[in-house]
């Protein structure tokens, strides 16, 4: 059965301050997909993953797919107050034809001015 | 071009009623899927469908129901309402087995 773990599960950090925010899973699968969050909000999507050695970067923020590692971070670089947010992957279950989607269970972000 | 429209946005339920949650899409997606999200969890995945006529469950689909009659429409029914539905429940729809999701606004269901 696909697990996938997001830690930290919380992270307060100041403007300007670099870091990263990681994704584990438990069975193979090369397909790994990065959402952002905000209170009361819906989903939005940030990145699609799709091979191993993926990298996608978007302004402030850059995700990776190592799928040996069964790995994916998203890095987020000179944090600023707008990026504030809860941030999910979720992953591919290879078990399933339709690539169904397991999720981690989301990392809150707070960034202080 | 609305993308995932779900209504209503919030409703509250009595113990045993049913309802409907409505769901449609303008931008041709052939998946379809409804989630429900729970404080601190992850998005847990009610049923889904690939295409017009083609539903499946996910992994919590007892006491859901869903057809998927057109391309455009995913109504999920609560058969009789139970307090431990009460969540927020999302619709998403993509393109293909390789894209995003794309997510409606979500609705915020109360059973009572």
């Known amino acids: 059965e696909l697990k996938v773990e997001q830690n930290p599960l919380f992270l307060s950090m100041q403007e300007g301050k670099n870091y990263t925010i990681y994704c584990n899973y438990s069975?193979?699968?090369?397909?790994l997909y990065w959402y952002r969050q905000d209170p009361g909000k819906s989903l939005e999507s940030l990145f699609v993953?799709?091979?191993n050695g993926a990298v996608k970067q978007e302004g402030r923020l850059m995700a990776s797919l190592d799928t040996k590692a069964r790995l994916s971070t998203l890095h987020i670089t000179a944090a600023v107050h707008d990026l504030s947010a809860t941030y999910f992957c979720?992953?591919?279950?290879?078990?399933?034809?339709?690539?169904?989607?397991?999720w981690g269970a989301g990392t809150k972000l707070i960034i202080k001015p | 071009n609305a993308g995932v429209t779900q209504t209503p946005k919030f409703q509250v339920l009595k113990t045993g009623q049913s309802m409907t949650l409505q769901c449609a899409q303008d931008?041709?997606?052939?998946?379809m899927s409804w989630y429900r999200q729970d404080p601190g969890m992850g998005l847990r995945l009610i049923h889904y469908?690939?295409?017009?006529?083609?539903?499946d469950q996910g992994e919590v689909p007892n006491g859901y129901n869903v057809s998927r009659s057109t391309t455009e429409d995913f109504p999920l029914r609560l058969l009789s309402a139970a307090p431990s539905q009460t969540s927020v429940y999302f619709c998403?729809?993509?393109?293909?087995?390789?894209?995003?999701?794309?997510f409606g606004s979500g609705t915020r269901l109360t059973v009572v």
């Open positions: 998403a729809s993509k393109l293909g087995k390789n894209y995003g999701y794309t």
């Open positions: 931008m041709n997606h052939e998946y």
């Open positions: 469908s690939v295409g017009a006529g083609i539903t």
């Open positions: 069975t193979t699968s090369d397909r």
């Open positions: 993953l799709l091979s």
């Open positions: 979720a992953v591919a279950n290879p078990s399933d034809s339709n690539y169904q989607l397991i």
